[in-house]
């Protein structure tokens, strides 16, 4: 209307926007019209603000999904609900948790459900044929066509605040190619994964992970890759795949590794990439378009929308055939354009967090923040999280930028993990984000406390071992010559005992140890950046230092994909639209740098073979681990297995030092980035050992016998 627009702003308030300017003397209360019934409710003038701003309060509850206006003298208002969506009282009265939302499909016929609270229409278009749909309780829309409608496609005409808008389906399961239209898919024509015949990796407890971070991408798209399908899910199904010089690859290769855990970048549906011209740009994929939905550039058939699912299911199949659990990285903190949402679209202001000013949070500094506390954001959130659950297999979730996710939410997710067989993994990035939420309902690592069971990316690791990551010229322990050697006592135990510092959270099982991951520069790349008069070698010796103490450390350790070969983004530090020369994993280098892949391999076979390595209590961690002591910046520590005594020690110099062990005896070197070398021996006989430059040992003695056959299923050589 050319006058204005009233909004509702609460249970008895709204605003009035626009002209106000000659209002009638005689007629000064305005009342508010519900045509539909031929009805009126009083109100009042609370409060004119200007000649354009008025607040009126109004005595009854308002119907929502029905036309309203505000007469005011003359002068006609359209009515729309605006803040009062941010309500806990619309909350309350309209959250239906128990409803099925989407489209169910069978093969007699497809129920169609919307939740549209504030919408006065909504019509289904299907088959070039509308059909209206009807408004039932809680303010969902329903309607049930008979027929087989598997695979066609679909979307709403939603009619909000005065506007009709033609809008995907949130709850779509499957999408046209670049999300064009939304599909209707009946899942039992899917393919099933069997869990009598492909279960889910058997996992003891989820302490025992080592997660390997990897994009579906930059996994096979590598010339040198020997996988067929580059750059695809199916790709990553490919068994027995080798570089031209016999060096394993892709799916084989993380076989090999002996990690338990792969952690993909998002692989639902996102944007910025062309599905059907995949090649010509590159994503990351935390631009999150459709949440239950396959990507379609890692298709083979994008505009087939049954395969995009299979070949998704197909490839999750394939890392359980491989006893590899899978982690999905979800991006549920933001959407990729907030006013291109069907979230928006279809219930304005409510999926999204804002501030008492009304301006829109933005913790996430894309442009919104996602209201995960309100009952039907919530409510998706644990439907998506359920979907890919019950219907992909899944073993794990990672949340981007979790800190932006309310305490309530995540735990509530835990809760649905723990029916599955199998214990889930969720993790995430604990950060304390400025968003429009208190601090004390945060999902972060400082409310660790109120998150049991959930784990979190340790940025003090990190930071610690290779300097500060928002100074690129800062240093850490492993490129500064022992800088912050002070924190590791409390890093390596796993950051949670009060003897060594702060607790970073406030259980061993709650820290992720990484000094790399896809975001910023990677390790070696920063290497260089640090430290640029050093030579190659030493930076390899550097490099090899905070991988060994990330897999030696207490919590779970994490590694980014190809930091076993120096990865390297040529210097590019966010390369979340970079070309696949800078993303790909350089299947080439693997086979150069294979050295190293076996130090890693030999790290994590010790990792695994000993449980003292991966505790799971702080009154383990106290009894089990102790420091030692040692020359300055040398860093030492012991762990006493029931059997086996661990001495480790880390030289973050550039030159040799003396070490005292702390006892004398035949102490075997299990791993040593030095082991090889020709002045170097397998065996310390004695208490006294030279550690050389930067170098990383562990030795091991049987603390009943004075002989012990060193482990070849363990011991590693590498020499660069």
Not at 514 to 521: A, F
């Amino acid at each position: 209307m050319k006058n204005g627009v009233a909004w509702i702003d609460d249970i008895n308030e709204m605003t009035v926007n626009g002209d106000l300017e000659n209002l009638p003397e005689k007629h000064p209360y305005p009342f508010i019209v519900w045509e539909k019934k031929q009805t009126n409710f009083q109100a009042s003038v609370k409060e004119v603000i200007n000649k354009t701003t008025a607040r009126i309060h109004f005595h009854e509850e308002l119907p929502f999904g029905e036309t309203l206006y505000l007469l005011w003298g003359e002068k006609k208002f359209p009515i729309y609900p605006g803040a009062i969506v941010r309500t806990k009282w619309f909350d309350e009265k309209y959250a239906d948790l128990d409803a099925t939302l989407g489209a169910v499909c069978s093969k007699t016929s497809t129920t169609f459900s919307l939740w549209a609270p504030t919408a006065t229409e909504v019509r289904l278009a299907l088959s070039e044929s509308y059909y209206h749909l009807n408004r039932e309780e809680k303010g969902i829309w329903k309607l049930t066509i008979e027929g087989d409608w598997h695979g066609f496609p679909y979307q709403y005409e939603i009619t909000v605040n005065g506007k009709k808008t033609l809008v995907n389906d949130p709850y779509a399961k499957a999408m046209m190619p670049n999300s064009e239209k939304a599909v209707i898919i009946d899942f039992s024509r899917t393919k099933q994964i069997d869990e009598i015949s492909t279960p889910r990796p058997q996992i003891n407890h989820l302490q025992d992970s080592i997660i390997y971070e990897l994009h579906v991408r930059d996994a096979t798209i590598h010339k040198n890759s020997g996988v067929k399908n580059k750059g695809k899910f199916v790709g990553l199904t490919e068994k027995s795949t080798s570089t031209t010089h016999n060096s394993s690859t892709a799916l084989s290769y993380l076989k090999e590794l002996g990690i338990t855990h792969v952690q993909l970048l998002p692989i639902n549906d996102f944007a910025r990439v062309d599905e059907i011209n995949p090649d010509t740009t590159y994503n990351w994929g935390y631009d999150p378009l459709y949440f239950q939905v396959p990507e379609g550039s890692y298709a083979l058939l994008p505009g087939e929308p049954v395969s995009r699912i299979n070949e998704c299911k197909t490839m999750i199949e394939s890392f359980h055939q491989e006893e590899l659990s899978v982690i999905l990285d979800v991006v549920y903190n933001h959407v990729f354009i907030m006013e291109e949402s069907p979230f928006e679209k279809i219930v304005p202001g409510y999926y999204f967090r804002y501030h008492k000013d009304g301006t829109l949070s933005n913790g996430t500094g894309v442009g919104n923040d996602v209201a995960s506390e309100r009952q039907m954001v919530r409510k998706f959130i644990l439907d998506t999280v359920d979907l890919w659950l019950s219907e992909y297999k899944v073993d794990g979730f990672r949340f981007d930028l979790m800190g932006c996710l309310d305490i309530e939410t995540i735990n509530l997710i835990q809760k649905r993990c723990l029916k599955e067989s199998q214990p889930i993994m969720l993790l995430g990035e604990g950060w304390e984000l400025p968003t429009a939420l208190p601090s004390h309902k945060k999902a972060t690592s400082i409310n660790s406390n109120s998150l049991k069971g959930i784990r979190f990316f340790n940025d003090f690791f990190r930071d610690t071992l290779k300097g500060n990551l928002f100074d690129s010229s800062d240093t850490g322990f492993v490129n500064g010559n022992g800088h912050f050697i002070e924190r590791l006592p409390h890093l390596l135990s796993g950051s949670v005992l009060e003897d060594y510092g702060d607790p970073f959270v406030s259980d061993v099982t709650q820290s992720v140890n990484y000094v790399e991951c896809h975001d910023n520069h990677t390790l070696w790349d920063r290497l260089q950046l640090t430290n640029p008069f050093s030579s190659d070698k030493d930076r390899k010796r550097m490099h090899q230092l905070a991988t060994a103490l990330t897999l030696l450390s207490q919590g779970v350790p994490f590694i980014h994909a190809g930091q076993e070969w120096f990865r390297t983004k040529n210097g590019v530090e966010n390369s979340y639209k970079s070309n696949d020369f800078i993303n790909q994993l350089d299947w080439s280098k693997r086979e150069t740098e294979n050295d190293n892949v076996e130090f890693l391999k030999a790290l994590i076979r010790l990792r695994k073979k000993y449980e003292v390595f991966r505790l799971k209590s702080k009154q383990e961690i106290r009894r089990r681990f102790h420091i030692l002591e040692t020359p300055n910046p040398i860093f030492g520590f012991t762990l006493l297995d029931d059997e086996v005594d661990f001495s480790i020690y880390a030289n973050p110099t550039k030159r040799d030092c003396s070490l005292r062990l702390p006892s004398s005896g035949n102490w075997k070197i299990a791993v040593t980035n030095y082991l090889g070398d020709s002045d170097n021996q397998q065996t310390i006989v004695g208490e006294f050992m030279e550690i050389q430059p930067y170098e990383i040992v562990v030795l091991q003695k049987l603390r009943k016998s004075a002989d012990l056959t060193f482990n070849s299923q363990i011991g590693s050589s590498v020499e660069n």
